[in-house]
């Protein structure tokens, strides 16, 4: 009977600082792996902003390009190249040009200032190919595209 009585106690112990000694072990854990991501601390805050946003717009962009042909990727590009071009006449300039099927990301995003290059992968009918498009900010981190290969006579000079 007394044996009975110290084997539950000592379950009412154990079971009582389990919780405890979880928080502390994931508390050591997280300390060990390096703890939270603090990059948006820094200075470099906008900057991952600004690439995210770029992404976004490289997206969308895609895919209005691939849904409309170069009418829906006309919807995304800056002032300058409306400026520069009707949506016919920017129709006309990638006539010919294949046509995305669908979006697979972006990379090395280079911002400078209120311009940027970023690489953007689409996928075509048989493969991905990797394009360097140009954007501008137009303001208030609303990225729009300046140029994408094929674009010549609506590219802004």
């Known amino acids: 009977m007394v044996r009975l009585a110290e084997n539950v106690a000592l379950k009412a112990v154990v079971f009582r600082y389990i919780p405890i000694v979880l928080v502390i072990v994931a508390s050591l854990a997280v300390v060990a792996c390096g703890g939270y991501d603090d990059d948006d601390d820094d200075d470099g805050g906008d900057e991952n902003a600004a ?7 490289a997206e969308a962009a ?10 829906g990727l006309y ?20 006539a010919g040009t294949d046509t995305p099927t669908s979006f697979r990301g972006m990379e090395d995003a280079e911002i ?3 311009t940027a ?3 953007v992968v689409l996928i075509f009918d048989t493969e991905d190919r990797a394009q ?3 954007f501008v900010d137009e303001g208030k981190n609303t990225w729009r595209i300046t140029t994408v290969p ?6 802004p000079s």
Not at 51 to 57: D, P, R
Not at 62 to 71: L, S, V
């Open 150 to 155: 094929d674009m010549d006579e609506c590219s």
């Open 117 to 119: 290059t970023a690489t």
């Open 112 to 114: 400078d200032g209120e």
């Open 62 to 71: 895609t895919y209005a390009y691939a849904e409309d042909g170069p009418a």
């Open 75 to 94: 919807d995304y590009v800056a002032q300058t190249v409306k400026d520069a071009c009707s949506v016919e006449e920017f129709e006309g300039d990638l």
């Open 132 to 134: 360097e498009w140009s």
């Open 51 to 57: 690439v995210e946003q770029l992404g976004s717009t």
